[in-house]
């Protein structure tokens, strides 16, 4: 459960924005998303089956007056569902944000200014913050925070289709990093649920890199699950956070042996099939 619940009522004037959510049993936390988007003009959730409360608090928020556009459509993929809900907005600008996500006070007032951005700024990087298991705090300030491309032009942006996970925005014109505010991170999984998202994220990386002709390669096996490792506990400074920060860096680099294993399983499989075929 979000530790985090917005009192914001929704804002008279609106900003030209259009948040798009998707979203699938997200009970625990689209409240706080959705809480977080009052000043938008135009909120999209477009919700692949949800079977607990998720539908029923999107609809609340769209009776309290938020601007909520709620679209039920079958699951086709990541990058495909995300691009479906782009290709919905209506409003100058488009601000990709996950059900488990939400906008802290300083981002929200600083989205005017980024709003104000010269033609030629198709995109702003968004700076984000995670929160780990066990933890209501996210991770200290002095922790790296990822940059992630989540505020874009309508109508100069697009999600690459063809890509199964970890799809990004892919923008015409220049980028730049929005400096203040945080986008919060609030899905902090037990290690036994978490894995089961890491496996199937895993797979879904392995299926591509298939479906590319890319070979798997024994260097990258051995070494990349370390490298992701370091990665996360030193570069990110998420040895910070103690043993939270360290199962947090551990996760990612099994996910990173996961992605590389089966990519090697899949291509023997493949090989297998092509002899007998």
């Not at 769209?62 to 495909?80: K, M, Q, T, V």
């Not at 479906?211 to 490298?227: H, I, M, Q, R």
């Not at 043993?243 to 099994?254: S, Y």
Request: net charge positive.
């Amino acid at each position: 459960m979000s530790s985090f619940i917005h009192t914001a009522a929704p804002l008279s004037k609106k900003l030209a924005i259009s948040a798009t959510i998707i979203c699938k049993n997200e009970e625990a936390c689209i409240a706080a998303c959705l809480a977080s988007l009052a000043s938008c003009a135009e909120i999209i959730v477009v919700d692949s089956g949800s079977t607990d409360r998720t539908l029923d608090i999107a609809r609340d928020f769209a009776a309290r007056g938020f601007p909520i556009r709620l679209i039920e459509r079958d699951w086709p993929g990541y990058a495909r569902q995300k691009q479906f809900a782009l290709e919905q907005a209506t409003q100058d600008w488009v601000l990709s944000i996950d059900a488990d996500e939400w906008l802290d006070d300083a981002l929200v007032a600083n989205l005017p200014l980024l709003l104000e951005a010269p033609p030629k700024i198709a995109g702003w990087r968004l700076r984000r913050l995670i929160s780990l298991f066990g933890r209501t705090a996210p991770t200290p300030r002095t922790t790296k925070p990822e940059r992630i491309l989540r505020l874009v032009r309508r109508g100069r942006a697009r999600f690459d289709e063809t890509v199964l996970v970890h799809e990004g925005l892919l923008v015409e014109g220049e980028i730049d990093d929005a400096r203040a505010g945080l986008l919060r991170h609030e899905r902090a999984l037990r290690l036994d649920a978490q894995m089961v998202k890491e496996i199937a994220y895993a797979r879904l990386k392995a299926q591509q890199r298939i479906a590319a002709g890319k070979t798997p390669s024994l260097l990258k096996l051995v070494f990349n699950p370390p490298l992701y490792f370091f990665r996360v506990f030193v570069q990110h400074r998420m040895f910070l956070c103690g043993a939270a920060g360290f199962i947090h860096a551990g996760t990612g680099a099994i996910y990173s042996f996961l992605a590389e294993a089966l990519h090697y399983q899949l291509w023997l499989e493949e090989k297998a099939r092509r002899k007998k075929s």
